[in-house]
């Protein structure tokens, strides 16, 4: 008989489903770690970015990155989150390379190659947003904002004159350490 998923925040178990982390699965399987504190830390992080503190949200994905007992995952998961703190603080490289963090920990991560697509497309850096934000609907072509960003995007650098033909949808970008 399976282990009982343990209880959890609904709000943090919201958050993880939409990250596509079930908290029955690969969260659940950490290595001296506690789930539902994890996810308590998870989710004030993510309210203080719905607030508007990013730098509240930043401090606290920190230091749950710095906790040992992470799974791959759930390192991928709080990279995410802390890139989109900083992208909406403002700090849209420093939000790229979290997104290329969390893509180092799991590198098949639609989310996580969506995010830095959009980041680097308001980087102005569009063949590089077109190669992330392909391999994301490659990854993921279910999903309807990731279609409707590529098209958004391939109009706009139609409209611009640029080339909208990816060849290789590998996108290495180098990031300083921490």
């Given at each position: 008989m399976p282990t009982p998923c343990p209880k959890i925040p609904l709000?943090?178990?919201?958050?993880?489903a939409l990250l596509a982390l079930a908290p029955c699965g690969a969260l659940a399987q950490t290595e001296g770690l506690d789930p539902p504190d994890l996810l308590k830390t998870i989710e004030s992080g993510y309210l203080a970015h719905r607030r508007?503190?990013?730098?509240?949200?930043?401090?606290?994905?920190?230091?749950?990155?710095?906790?040992?007992?992470?799974?791959?995952?759930?390192?991928?998961?709080t990279y995410l989150l802390r890139?989109?703190?900083?992208?909406?603080?403002?700090?849209?490289?420093?939000g790229v390379y979290d997104f290329t963090r969390a893509l180092r920990q799991w590198p098949n991560y639609p989310q996580a190659v969506f995010f830095r697509g959009q980041a680097l497309a308001m980087l102005d850096r569009q063949p590089e947003a077109l190669k992330?934000?392909?391999?994301?609907?490659?990854?993921?072509?279910s999903r309807e904002s990731y279609n409707t960003n590529l098209l958004l995007l391939k109009k706009k650098m139609q409209a611009a004159g640029l080339p909208?033909?990816?060849?290789?949808?590998?996108?290495?970008?180098?990031?300083?350490?921490e």
């Open positions: 709000l943090a178990a919201t958050l993880l508007g503190d990013y730098d509240e949200a930043i401090a606290i994905y920190s230091t749950a990155l710095s906790r040992r007992g992470l799974t791959t995952k759930q390192r991928a998961v890139g989109e703190a900083k992208r909406d603080k403002g700090d849209i490289l420093e992330d934000l392909t391999r994301a609907v490659e990854l993921d072509p909208v033909d990816v060849t290789d949808t590998n996108l290495v970008i180098e990031i300083p350490k």
